[in-house]
């Protein structure tokens, strides 16, 4: 904690260490003074070691701009040494920051901090819905900023379809919901999609991705991929939440299990994260950091992080923990294993030094020898671990949002605050309470208005106004659906479970550029169409999956999911037709403008199936059909 260092000068506008300070520092200074090169003996990484400072004494001294080394260096352009002198702006930042008596964001009394619900049981998902959108308005309200109004039934819809069951809705199930005049419509709905086996189907198949993502053959492998075992480790995912599972459970059932892949598809994750094909020590600390804890240590593995505050020996002290895990693709093995880890020579730095176990920031187990694995995951999945809950819910979070409440979502730091910090302490704390009911948070976090609230754009703010409504999750982001989520729509709306759209002929190739085209459908499928994993708001589909869509003769031959409903239902009118076109598709009934247009153009053509088909052709290839909006 930082309390204490900073004068009570400091305002509401002045420039705060960690949002201002802090990102210019490592812009511009942490290359050559930050974890790995410390010219002049000067770390700037964080506020003690500014206090300290380096050669010449304190880099920052509070109030006192002639006393602060920095400021001397910056204002005479001795600083940075090399490349463009700091602008005017960035100068009057460090100024402003020096004189105001250097406010982080730590000390800060308006940070909203308070969870605003008990920490030690848990409440009803309503009750937790609640006080998010007491969160998130609140700080609207501190910016000034209104937020979006709640969407209408039909965007609700087809949101809550795609993002808990990874599809669209059938036309049915979409007609039956938008006619549904109950009152807890919506409540019943998540209620529902959290019950159906499609919900662990979908967030199997996401921390799928997370673990290995399928656009590329893995670097980390020499190019192997094992696909089957891959997509494996996602159906034993999907049984765990259907399974309804805690989180620590299945956590613990990932990093502890023993033996051969084939009897337990969870193994391969180890395999995943290794080198060549074999577990290591560093490739399981790294990810187990990054995906179970919200912690980014990889850039501390070869040396000090150059930019955060994490030693090269926190990452290898973390590491001994699956330092006695051996094995490949098909097993892993733990034998009893030392209290310490020698740092290999592919770490550059410190090679050959013996690093102790230790929990990260935490407690150093006193056995000399023991089975590591079971230890670790005891301490990491402890209701009061610092880490796991919250990394947890920042995650869902960013599922549902495309930003964590804490961005990087795997870069929890106290240098890197959250924005919503009583928010995130009341995730953390609900998801623990709840002994990680997966569940339970996710049915919580769709029950809020602010999950509930539009996309659309609405027209009485300026571009600063919407930018702050969007960043203050006060509107609903606009999402890519993922490969899989588009597949299984389009799926749906042609009634073709085994629709394969790769290039009719082999010679294309894989549509990216990037590999050979592959012999399986859905892997090439999710390799063209793959989206910014880290932004799902970038709309990174271009040209050749637009083509795709286009010009595929699959998708222009009509749809065996049209030709069934027509067989069934003999006198339906070009209008009642065309709505079910549109509710196949875009999950919600065309309005009169949309529906005379295409009735028209059916009843001008001279095959009324054939014209439906282009119809249907023509919704799957609005850019509203490949959204989560
Ligand atoms: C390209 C490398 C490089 C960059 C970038 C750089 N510095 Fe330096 N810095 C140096 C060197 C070299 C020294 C002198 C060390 C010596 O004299 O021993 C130094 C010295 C300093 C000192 C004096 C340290 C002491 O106690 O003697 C301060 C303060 C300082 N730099 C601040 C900054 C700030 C602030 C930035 C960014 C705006 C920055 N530096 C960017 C290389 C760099
Ligand atoms: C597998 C080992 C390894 C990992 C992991 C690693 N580095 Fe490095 N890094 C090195 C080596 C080796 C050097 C070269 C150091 C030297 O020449 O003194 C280096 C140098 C650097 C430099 C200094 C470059 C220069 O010479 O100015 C920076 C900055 C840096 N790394 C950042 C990072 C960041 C950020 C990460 C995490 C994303 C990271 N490194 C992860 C091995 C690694």
Redesign the pocket.
């Known amino acids: 904690m930082l309390v204490g260092v900073a004068s009570s000068a400091a305002s509401a506008n002045d420039p705060i260490l960690e949002h201002d300070v802090l990102p210019l520092l490592q812009k511009r200074c942490m290359?050559c003074h930050?974890g790995?090169?410390q010219k002049g003996k000067l770390d700037l990484r964080t506020l003690p070691s500014m206090l300290k400072g380096g050669k010449s004494g304190p880099a920052v001294v509070a109030g006192k701009l002639d006393d602060s080394e920095l400021w001397q260096q910056v204002i005479d352009n001795d600083m940075p040494s090399e490349g463009e002198p700091l602008s005017a702006d960035e100068k009057q930042l460090l100024r402003k920051w020096i004189e105001s008596g250097l406010p982080t964001w730590t000390q800060r009394k308006d940070k909203r901090d308070n969870p605003l619900l008990p920490a030690d049981k848990k409440h009803e998902p309503a009750r937790v819905a609640q006080a998010i959108d007491q969160h998130i308005d609140a700080a609207l309200k501190a910016a000034n900023v209104k937020p979006a109004p709640v969407a209408d039934d039909a965007e609700f819809l087809r949101r809550v379809y795609l993002d808990l069951t990874g599809r669209v809705p059938t036309p049915q199930q979409a007609a039956s919901f938008l006619d549904d005049q109950s009152p807890g419509k919506r409540a019943k709905l998540i209620d529902t999609l959290l019950a159906s086996p499609q919900f662990g189907e979908q967030f199997g198949r996401t921390w799928r991705e997370w673990i290995a993502p399928p656009e590329l053959p893995s670097d980390m492998n020499s190019g192997r991929q094992p696909i089957e075992q891959t997509r494996a480790l996602g159906k034993w995912f999907a049984k765990q939440f259907n399974d309804n599972h805690t989180w620590d459970r299945i956590v613990r059932d990932v990093l502890t299990a023993n033996g051969e892949l084939k009897n337990n598809p969870q193994l391969i994750y180890f395999g995943l994260v290794g080198q060549n094909a074999q577990v290591t020590a560093e490739g399981s600390a790294r990810t187990v950091a990054s995906l179970f804890m919200g912690v980014q240590l990889?850039?501390a593995?070869?040396?000090d992080?150059?930019?955060r505050d994490w030693a090269q020996h926190e990452f290898w002290a973390l590491a001994a923990f699956f330092g006695g895990t051996r094995g490949d693709f098909k097993k892993v093995e733990e034998k009893p294993g030392e209290s310490q880890i020698v740092i290999p020579k592919?770490?550059?730095?410190n090679a050959g030094t013996k690093v102790q176990i230790s929990f990260l920031r935490g407690p150093t187990p006193k056995d000399k020898k023991a089975t590591w694995r079971p230890r670790f995951v005891d301490w990491l999945t402890a209701n009061d671990n610092p880490y796991f809950a919250k990394a947890f819910s920042n995650r869902a979070w960013f599922y549902f949002f495309s930003r964590g409440i804490v961005n990087p979502i795997d870069d929890f730091r106290e240098l890197n605050p959250p924005s919503h910090p009583g928010l995130i302490a009341l995730l953390g704390n609900e998801f623990a309470a709840s002994g990680h009911d997966v569940k339970h948070l996710i049915r919580a976090i769709c029950n809020s208005k602010t999950y509930q609230r539009t996309s659309a754009v609405t027209h009485d703010l300026n571009d600063q106004q919407r930018a702050a409504q969007t960043a203050l999750f006060g509107r609903a982001p606009v999402r890519v659906m993922s490969p899989d989520m588009l597949f299984d729509s389009l799926k749906l709306a042609f009634g073709d479970p085994k629709l394969d759209l790769r290039s009719i002929d082999p010679k294309d190739g894989n549509t990216n550029g990037e590999s050979a085209a592959v012999g399986d459908v859905v892997l090439q499928f999710q390799r063209d169409f793959c989206i910014n994993e880290e932004d799902t708001t970038d709309f990174t589909h271009g040209i050749p999956q637009m083509l795709t869509l286009m010009n595929h003769p699959r998708l222009q031959a009509g749809s065996k999911a049209l030709d069934e409903h027509l067989k069934q239902q003999k006198d339906l009118t070009p209008p009642q037709v065309v709505e079910w076109l549109y509710l196949a598709t875009l999950s919600r009934r065309p309005s009169d403008e949309e529906s005379a247009e295409a009735v028209d153009y059916v009843k001008n053509a001279s095959d009324a199936i054939d014209a439906y088909k282009d119809v249907l052709w023509m919704l799957v290839n609005r850019s509203e059909f490949m959204l989560i909006r």
């Open positions: 290359g930050g790995l090169i990889q850039c593995q070869c040396h992080d150059p930019y592919s770490a550059f730095r």
